[in-house]
């Protein structure tokens, strides 16, 4: 069992649920907004003239946990998904995941996902 | 310069002595249709307070001090109110006492009753017109805090709500409206340029100076959608604010109305174009900013001068602040957080003077400006805004340094950095997360 973070940019989401969905992959998925800063540099915001550099950038963080064979897929899904091109599309995070638990019947492991 | 000095003493001086300003002799007499409009300005005006300028300056502000922001507001408006009862009304509007100031003879307005009219406003009931300048009173007050907010201790506020509203205001008042020594002279103030944007916006200048800055300086609007409610609802009670200042349902309110909405219109423009030109790009604060400087340089002329001495006004209101908040402020140093001296005192010193320059006798007998042949209105509105910076500098400084006494002016390091609306008031101003 894998755990997947996958930080992109927000309004590739939808995109990346889709894929994810149509290849079959996911049954559950957690999204948080988060912000933080890569090599993407930051922005500036004008406020009555004022500058204000912005450093950190809104993104989304996907979190999914899958059976280990369907990690590359994931990848390879997210990866095409989530990509412009451009600096500051995010990165993919793999984590080994010791063990899931689903709390209403206490099924565990694979099958709690 | 002394030649001038000389100038406008002389003017004074032969100002007080004897000079009636515009004192027609209509008997007091009742009119349903003023009354009906200007019970409609009055809640008009006091809309702009609440929830108006609290929205304006509670987006503004940062999300850990919005709460406290609007509080500042909603207390300056409640304090008022009362002490307008009590004895503020008297003093800025009974008997005058040598040009300075009201006679305090009935407190608690005793001896006003359902038919009394005042010599101030002849065909509405006085009970109305009460109402009606303690609107003014209360914003001129809830103002200031736009300079002050993220750092005043709220105890130190509700103190300089008191002490300035009878120190300054009500003299200030008296001066230009109550028939005192500025009124007399001619300035020329439909409603309330001098009165209440350039004494509130020099005591907000006073008060971030007496206070100091801020640990962090940035002025980030946590809400911007809150702005530009607030000041579309300043904007809408501005009508209140400047054609009710006829104080009659008549053509003059109709040319204030006019004129304030060519001046809002003009000056949010101008902003938009300068902040488009100088910092790249046309922000919705930039907008609603040039607004509001518009509303506040119309406010002394509204009822005075022509469209297109408005428009001019307008454009010229939405560029002068513009460089002071985003130019002069950063240099100078000093920390108006919201600008409140940025544009109320500037914009309020820029509409009394152009006044001077545009008022037109054919919209309003009572004034004509330098443009119609009358250079002395200049020096009049001058000298009117120079006693005023003047009076309300002193004021002020004395009012922050009791309420440094007394109750201190900030609060400590960590309240600040935890935010106001938790450490003055012990709220906080979203709770999305159960």
Known sequence: MKKIEAIIKPFKIDEVLQGLSEAGIICGMTV???????????????????????????????????????VEKAISVITERAK?????????FIFNLEDAIRIRTGQRGEEAL | MKRLILALVFMAVSGLSGFAFADNEIQPRLDTGDTAWMIVAT????????????????????????????????????????????????????????????????????????????????????????????????????????????????SAWVLFCILWMTLAY??????????????????????????????????????????????????????????????????????GFNAGSALSANGLAGAAFINTNTAAASA?????????????????????????????????AAGFVNIIGAIIIGIVAGIVPYFVVAKLKPRLGYDDTLDAFGIHGIAGTLGALLT?????????????????????????????????????????????????????????RNDELIGLDESQHGEKAYNLHI
């Open chain 2, 268 to 300: 949010a423009l101008s902003w938009m174009f300068i902040e488009w030109l100088y910092s790249k790009k046309p922000t919705i604060l930039g907008i609603a900013s040039g607004a509001v400087a518009g509303l506040v340089a119309i406010t002394p």
């Open chain 2, 356 to 412: 001077g320059l545009f008022a037109d006798p054919a919209i309003n007998e009572a004034g004509r400006g330098l443009f119609y042949g009358n250079p002395n209105q200049f020096l009049i509105q001058l000298l009117t805004v120079g006693v005023t910076i003047v009076y309300v500098s002193i004021i002020s400084l004395f009012v922050f340094l009791i309420i440094r006494l007394l109750s201190g002016l900030r609060v400590d």
């Open chain 1, 32 to 70: 948080s907004e988060v912000r933080g800063f890569g090599r993407q540099k930051g922005f500036v915001e004008v406020y009555r003239g004022r500058e204000y550099e912005v450093r950190f950038l809104p993104k989304l963080k996907i979190e999914i946990v899958l059976s280990d064979e369907l």
């Open chain 2, 170 to 239: 009500l003299p200030v008042a008296h001066w230009v409206w109550g028939g005192g020594f500025l009124a007399r002279l001619g300035a020329l103030d439909f409603a309330g340029g001098t009165v209440v944007h350039i004494n509130a916006g020099i005591a907000a200048l006073i008060g971030a100076i007496m206070l100091g800055k801020r640990r962090d300086t940035s002025l980030i609007p946590h809400n911007l959608t809150m702005v530009a409610t607030g000041a579309g609802l300043l904007w809408f009670g501005w009508f």
């Open chain 1, 84 to 92: 412009t091109g451009e600096v500051g599309d995010g990165k993919i």
């Open chain 2, 43 to 154: 809640a008009l005006v006091m809309l702009m307070t609440i929830p108006g300028l609290a929205l304006f300056y509670g987006g503004l502000a940062k999300r850990k001090d919005s709460l406290n922001t609007i509080a500042m507001s909603f207390v300056a408006f409640s304090i008022v109110s009362i002490l307008w009862v009590i004895y503020g009304y008297i003093l800025a509007f009974g008997k005058d006492i040598s040009g300075i100031i009201g006679k305090p003879t009935k407190l608690f307005l005793s001896g006003i009753g359902i038919n009394s009219i005042s010599e101030a406003a002849k065909t509405i009931p006085e009970y109305i017109f009460i109402v009606y300048q303690l609107t003014f009173a209360a914003i001129t007050v809830a103002l200031v805090s736009g300079a002050l907010i993220e750092r005043m201790k709220f």
